[in-house]
């Protein structure tokens, strides 16, 4: 791929990852965020970065399924606008849902499992972010950084769990969330176990 | 403070008010549209009541806009704004209510002999959902008692059934999904009849001085304010009396989560929050909830001695 359409490529990313911010900025703006701003800015924001997380999951198996590889160039850029999305969606928690009543947050941390499930997919993610550059990269040396990175899998799997254990039972949303992320990490456990059969044959030959 | 409903009414309303003109007209020169326009009051229309000085909660009212747009109605959709978007599909007109079970004089009312019953009050009621926001609401009904007298409960009747109309072609959220359903059609509700004949509970046919709007559970719903609000069964078509406690919809779909009961009580959480606190809708810090909603004053001696952390 030349190096322009690479430009372009993530140029596309940023306008498609920041239109939900931009969205609820204007509807601030024209005082148009639904009669309860606070439920619909939070669940707005932890969608998205739920989605992000799962565009960003989805990168691998376009390569393992089709063998496209470029698109695996966005996953960082994805990656990120996903924690920033989860970072805006714990701020939003703490000063406009509880404005910084510590103890009720602290309380609702321990009590409530959807919430602890939540605030660690959040630590998770943390050092993710932290060694995304490429310095952090070289660094850390290919092998541990890939074996840090598959943080991820457990950081998406407490934010879709997240969603479930918050929502009424009678509704479908999150369990679609779930089974996409399912289906992502099926097909990399299926590759998994495609290389390793691959690896073993030999070696009994 | 005084309630001006034209700072507060939506130019969508004044609109179905003029088409409700529109079709008077219509009707006055033997046109099948105005025949049918003039059957149904439009959300809107304009519905006379005194008000109750007695039952007015110091708070403002919240915005009609808000009150109306905003709401948990499930049969309609499960997303908040589906029952104002969707409410054309239900038919307020004709209706019936069946009051039955056990009762020496049980009868089919048609919502016309419902309207005219009793007096129609105002009351200003607090209203407090189980998903921790409040909102001011300004009803239109009269006591369910009034109602309940009229077909002389049995003294075997403990508790009242009230129940949702079910019709998939009037609901759309009460069609078969291939993703299972979402609650168990028709919605129940259920108090005890010592609650069911409190002064409080209101048996509700408008709000903000107008015919209650569909997406609010016209023609008739009961409002019960002490409670949280998935009590208050909407779009009712029948009202059965019994001796054993009736099985409530939200209940059978998490009865950890929904007691019987459901008083609104700031020391008992819910399983995924607290309940000691709530928004208010329009304002932005949350304000303390309050036992019974407020009406503890009115409503704790139904509940004496009864361990309300257990019976929740």
């Known amino acids: ?205 | 403070m005084t309630l001006r409903y034209s700072d507060v009414t939506p130019e969508r309303l004044y609109l179905s008010r003029r088409e409700l003109m529109v079709g008077a007209a219509l009707a006055v020169i033997g046109l099948d549209a105005g025949r049918e326009a003039a059957a149904a009051p439009p959300a809107g229309a304009p519905l006379k009541a005194t008000p109750n000085a007695a039952y007015r909660v110091a708070d403002a009212p919240t915005k009609i806009e808000a009150a109306t747009t905003y709401n948990n109605f499930y049969e309609f959709g499960t997303n908040k704004e589906d029952p104002a978007r969707l409410a054309g599909s239900l038919k307020p007109r004709p209706w019936h209510v069946q009051v039955d079970g056990l009762c020496a004089k049980p009868k089919t009312f048609d919502i016309e002999e419902i309207l005219k019953l009793a007096p129609l009050e105002e009351r200003i009621y607090a209203l407090r959902c189980v998903e921790a926001w409040s909102m001011v609401i300004p009803w239109i009904g009269y006591p369910l008692a009034a109602l309940l007298k009229q077909v002389e409960p049995r003294p075997g009747a403990k508790y009242v059934e009230f129940t949702t109309l079910k019709d998939p072609a009037q609901f759309p959220g009460q069609k078969p999904s291939v993703f299972g359903g979402s609650l168990d059609w028709p919605y129940t509700e259920g108090l005890r009849l010592d609650e069911a004949l409190h002064p409080l509970t209101l048996l509700t046919v408008g709000m903000y001085g107008q015919v209650l709007p569909n997406q609010n559970g016209a023609p008739v719903r009961i409002v019960i304010p002490w409670k949280y609000g998935f009590k208050s069964a909407k779009s009712i078509v029948r009202i059965r009396l019994t001796d054993a406690e009736p099985k409530t919809a939200w209940n059978k779909a998490a009865p950890q989560e929904y007691g019987f009961y459901s008083n609104v009580n700031p020391t008992v959480d819910h399983p995924r929050w607290s309940q000691g606190t709530e928004r208010r809708i329009s304002e932005f810090r949350r304000r303390q909830t309050l036992m019974f909603n407020g009406y503890a004053d009115q409503v704790a001696s139904l509940y004496a001695g009864m361990d309300l952390t257990k019976q929740y």
């Open chain 1, 1 to 205: 791929m030349s190096r322009r359409a690479r430009i372009a490529l993530k140029i596309a990313v940023w306008v498609v990852a920041l239109t939900p911010l931009a969205r609820l900025l204007y509807g601030f703006w024209m005082d148009d965020l639904t009669v309860n701003p606070i439920e619909y800015v939070t669940r707005e924001l932890g969608e998205t970065a739920l989605r992000l997380l799962l565009a960003s999951l989805a990168l691998t198996p376009l390569r393992i399924l089709f063998g496209i590889s470029w698109p695996v160039t966005l996953r960082r850029l994805l990656g990120l606008f996903a924690f920033v999305y989860v970072c805006l969606h714990f701020a939003v928690w703490i000063v406009l849902d509880h404005f910084f009543d510590w103890r009720t947050m602290g309380d609702d941390i321990v009590k409530r499992p959807w919430i602890t499930v939540g605030v660690t997919a959040l630590l998770l993610l943390v050092p993710l972010a932290a060694t995304s550059t490429t310095g952090m990269i070289k660094r850390l040396g290919g092998v541990a950084w890939r074996r840090l990175h598959r943080l991820v899998y457990v950081a998406a799997t407490l934010g879709a769990l997240h969603y479930i254990w918050l929502a009424k039972k009678v509704l479908i949303q999150p369990w679609v969330y779930a089974a996409v992320l399912a289906v992502l990490l099926g097909i990399r456990a299926g590759e998994a176990v495609r290389k390793l059969a691959k690896r073993r044959r030999p070696a009994l030959a």
